[in-house]
């Protein structure tokens, strides 16, 4: 079962009114390897993100992986990445 990180783009609609597409990443061997980063996804995490830390484009990050909750993943990404991620 998939658990979605980030709300969905329609959530976020209002923001992102000019932008057509979004980003859907599984966290678990392209952001996450085990508890490590993956050195490459933090640079590609940042590309995501405009000079004053606000969201380029939407993103979801999934996993199939069910040892945390939601909440708890979300945490885990955010203290990793420095920058929030939404549950």
């Known amino acids: ?3 979605f990180i980030i709300k969905n ?4 609609q ?14 678990d061997g392209v952001f996450l390897k085990g508890k490590s980063i ?3 996804a933090k ?8 000079r004053h830390g606000k969201w380029k484009v939407p993103a979801v990050f999934v ?12 945490a885990d990404l955010s203290e990793k990445f420095k ?3 939404n549950p």
Do not use: C, W
């Open 1 to 3: 079962m998939l658990q």
């Open 9 to 12: 783009k329609f959530t976020y």
């Open 14 to 27: 209002h923001f992102y009114s000019n932008i057509s597409f979004g980003f859907f990443f599984d966290i």
């Open 38 to 40: 993956i050195p490459e």
């Open 43 to 50: 640079q590609a995490f940042n590309l995501l993100l405009d």
């Open 63 to 74: 996993t199939n992986a069910g040892n945390k909750l939601r909440k708890e993943k979300a």
């Open 83 to 85: 920058h929030y991620v």
